[in-house]
């Protein structure tokens, strides 16, 4: 997730969500590290935004909104899941 390429960036959180949603116990051992990057994703960086004129209409094109969507994404499918792993580690 630290690479400058944003659609590196967007496949590597899309691993991560998808590992977090069939594996959460193999992710918890990285979750410290990994957390810190893909909090940084959700920022909107204004080099990736394209301002097109249409005339009399200016259209926004943002090219990172794949990558941000994919980062929400993870954190929605990470949460409730590595909370219940978490909860069944201290059981056991």
Same mark, same amino acid.
């Given at each position: $997730?630290?690479d400058t390429? #944003?659609? &590196?960036? !967007?496949?590597? &959180?899309?691993?991560? %969500? =998808?590992? %977090?949603?069939?594996?959460?116990a193999? *992710?918890?051992?990285? /979750? =410290?590290?990994?957390?810190?990057l893909?909090?940084e994703?959700t %920022? &909107? &960086?204004?080099?990736l +935004?394209?301002?097109r004129d *249409?005339?009399p209409? !200016? #259209? !926004?094109e943002? /090219?990172? *909104?794949d /990558?941000? !969507? =994919?980062?929400?994404?993870? $954190?929605? +499918?990470?949460?409730?899941? =590595?909370?219940? +792993?978490? %909860?069944?580690? +201290?059981?056991?």
């Amino acid at each position: $997730m630290g690479d400058t390429e #944003h659609t &590196v960036r !967007k496949e590597s &959180v899309q691993l991560l %969500a =998808a590992l %977090a949603h069939c594996k959460p116990a193999l *992710l918890l051992p990285s /979750l =410290a590290g990994a957390l810190p990057l893909l909090f940084e994703q959700t %920022a &909107v &960086v204004p080099a990736l +935004v394209t301002i097109r004129d *249409l005339g009399p209409f !200016k #259209h !926004k094109e943002d /090219l990172g *909104l794949d /990558l941000r !969507k =994919a980062t929400f994404e993870c $954190m929605e +499918v990470r949460s409730p899941r =590595a909370c219940r +792993v978490t %909860a069944l580690e +201290v059981c056991s």
